[in-house]
């Protein structure tokens, strides 16, 4: 089996992605020896008896379990029922969240979401400890429109329990077509009860590199933000760039938070212009034990003649922290935000002989330094954290809120209005007499009968003007900390 020299679209490009993953291409060569192998599981019975030296003696034992089932089970089972849970089994026993296995129609369903644009609410997901939880949502997709936040745990979709199924099961479950909802069970960190979060399914199209120009301290700032690393995202990168310097930029922020990562030689090929004195990007170590080493080097001699700063957050995972672990380590440029997601593997996805696709941890990866990230996360040199409003998610769309009303409802509530500049009065959740006042202040503000009560074009407009709120540089925080960084007189 042959290593290709680029790496395949990982699940970041799927409406809900299986995990954050960083990915290599694994496809099968000449014989297709591996793959063969696990096929030959679904043969006849006599091909599978340990008696052949092409399988290992411990094969007896599956093999005696295959056929105690076969002879004796109470039902009628067919071999490739079998097969699949045999399968299914061995990648769970591995307790991995990022190695997983696809059937040839979970395979050919996300096989078939690999295109300019796709459907669904836009988030990375994996499975942890059985939940499936958020990695990242993408950047203005209907899931971050709603409030999703890295880490949150999906527990069931329109009613349905997403409890003791696969992450292909439970995706399947929350995909669907554009304009339908997926109303979101949510668990929290820090959050008493579930929240309920709907997301209105639209088309994600997948467009990951997008730039502007700040003026900040009278220096022109090049923004560049990375939603996530795919195959063209490279080449897009380093069009912008470009364009950006023509226009004489005397810095650059380059804003990788909520990217969950993805095409590992889009990263390499991003560093490969940043990162100074032909240095380290990053280390790749294969093997229970890291027998076998591979390094990325960059291919530039000088840096930037302008300083360059990197935007990361929670939800920043893989490749987007092997871009931030080649920057710090380089010496030349600083993190400003929040601590990464801390994800430091990468997986293969081979192609059996039936369609299926088996994922694979196969390596972990170090930055340039040696330092293994994974399950750590990357701290940044400036840690900036966001207003508080930055954090509030959607307002109930099955209920009115009114005076007198008390929970975390009503408490979100007042995080909107505290965000708009529009005083509560307190954010315990009791909807008091000023809250109300509030309410009836940004009613009338909009032209909104001022009822003092939260119904449903109060709660639209409440959450598009928060969303207007949030997206003005001067209200980003962390964006603005980057712009200072880079900006300053030398």
């Known amino acids: 089996m042959k290593w290709k020299g680029r790496t395949v679209f990982a699940l970041v490009l799927v409406s809900m992605v299986a995990s954050s993953f960083l990915t290599m291409s694994m496809m099968k060569t000449s014989a297709n020896a591996n793959a063969s192998q696990s096929g030959s599981l679904t043969a006849s019975s006599s091909t599978l008896l340990p008696s052949s030296t092409e399988y290992p003696q411990e094969f007896k034992k599956l093999y005696e379990a295959y056929s105690a089932i076969k002879k004796d089970y109470i039902q009628n089972v067919t071999t490739d029922q079998l097969v699949e849970g045999a399968i299914g089994g061995m990648v769970g026993s591995l307790e991995d969240p990022y190695s997983d296995y696809m059937d040839p129609q979970s395979a050919e369903e996300f096989t078939s979401t690999l295109h300019s644009t796709f459907q669904g609410i836009g988030t990375e997901v994996t499975l942890q400890n059985g939940r499936v939880t958020v990695v990242s949502p993408f950047k203005d997709s209907p899931a971050e429109r709603a409030g999703l936040r890295p880490n949150d ?18 995706v399947t479950k929350i995909r669907g077509p554009k304009g339908t909802k997926a109303v979101l069970k949510v668990v929290r960190a820090g959050v008493a009860e579930p929240l309920n979060i709907v997301c209105v399914r639209d088309d994600i199209p997948i467009e990951t590199v997008n730039s502007q120009i700040i003026d900040k301290n009278g220096v022109k700032v090049g923004v560049i933000a990375i939603t996530q690393f795919s195959t063209d995202t490279a080449k897009h990168f380093k069009e912008q760039l470009a364009s950006l310097e023509k226009q004489g930029i005397g810095g650059l922020v380059i804003d990788v938070r909520g990217n969950p990562g993805g095409y590992l030689l889009a990263v390499k090929e991003i560093g490969e212009v940043l ?13 229970a034990h890291g027998q076998q080493k591979e390094e990325y080097r960059s291919t530039t001699d000088a840096a930037k003649p302008y300083p360059i700063s990197l935007l990361i957050n929670g939800g920043s995972a893989s490749a987007s922290e092997i871009l931030a672990g080649a920057l ?10 929040e601590k990464s997601f801390g994800k430091g593997t990468v997986q293969s996805t081979m192609e059996m002989t039936d369609k299926s696709q088996l994922k694979l941890t196969i390596a972990k990866w170090l930055t340039p330094k040696g330092d293994w990230i994974h399950k750590k996360g990357i701290e940044p040199d400036f840690k900036v954290t966001q207003p508080a409003y930055f954090n509030a998610t959607q307002l109930p769309a099955d209920k009115d809120l009114a005076r007198d009303m008390a929970g975390n409802d009503v408490k979100n509530l007042q995080l909107i209005l505290t965000g708009l500049n529009l005083s509560p009065g307190r954010d315990d959740g009791y909807f008091d007499e000023k809250t109300e006042q509030a309410v009836k202040q940004f009613q009338t503000a909009h032209k909104l009968p001022a009822t003092g009560k939260v119904d449903a074009a109060t709660r639209t407009q409440l959450e598009d003007s928060l969303r207007e709120t949030m997206r003005k540089p001067e209200n980003d925080l962390q ?9 300053q007189p030398k």
């Open 479 to 487: 964006l603005q900390k980057a712009l200072e960084v880079v900006s």
């Open 153 to 170: 745990q999906i527990i069931s979709v329109n009613g349905e329990s997403l409890e003791g199924l696969d992450l292909h099961e439970a």
């Open 275 to 287: 990162v100074p004195k032909k240095g380290l990007i990053v280390q790749i170590e294969y093997g």
């Open 328 to 337: 710090r380590d380089s010496g030349n440029y600083k993190l400003v935000g």
